[in-house]
């Protein structure tokens, strides 16, 4: 039997690759930028939990982004002494279109699928997300 599991997550992260090359990013960069343009202003010390690395590579990460101008390290008007990273809107690209198409393509193919298969797709998509994070938490402390 095919390994479903393994096509899948390596086409994910190619779609993700070729998107961050567009950006002159790699994909870790990416979804970087993603996190900070979605959340909105946050210390640098939030993103690396959300990106499932240590606190050296978001500071290198950030370091690449703020040297491309997407993001930039702004004072916290609560607490002076720490930054938040802020992305520069006017620099984020839009994505819309390549995810409109993805989303138009994806919609079109699962209308083949009745509730109760719908239901066991999404069950399968929220475990697996969850395993996930599980087994990337336990690579990332070392375990």
Do not use: C
Not at 22 to 33: F, I
Request: glycine fraction near 10%.
């Amino acid at each position: 039997m095919r390994d479903y599991g393994w096509e899948l997550s390596t086409a994910v992260v190619l779609f993700h690759e070729a998107i961050a090359r567009r950006l002159g990013l790699n994909a870790a960069e990416h979804k970087a930028l993603g996190v900070i343009a979605r959340s909105g202003p946050m210390p640098t010390g939030a993103l690396a939990p959300e990106l499932g690395v240590g606190i050296t590579a978001v500071t290198g990460i950030v370091d690449r982004l703020e040297r491309a101008g997407y993001v930039r390290r702004e004072s916290d008007p609560a607490d002076r002494r720490r930054k938040l990273l802020v992305a520069d809107r006017s620099r984020v690209p839009d994505l819309g279109g390549i995810f409109a198409d993805l989303g138009r393509e994806m919609s079109a193919f699962m209308t083949k699928y009745d509730e109760r298969e719908m239901a066991a797709i999404i069950d399968y998509i929220e475990n697996t997300i969850r395993v996930l994070r599980v087994q990337t938490e336990k690579l990332a402390d070392g375990s």
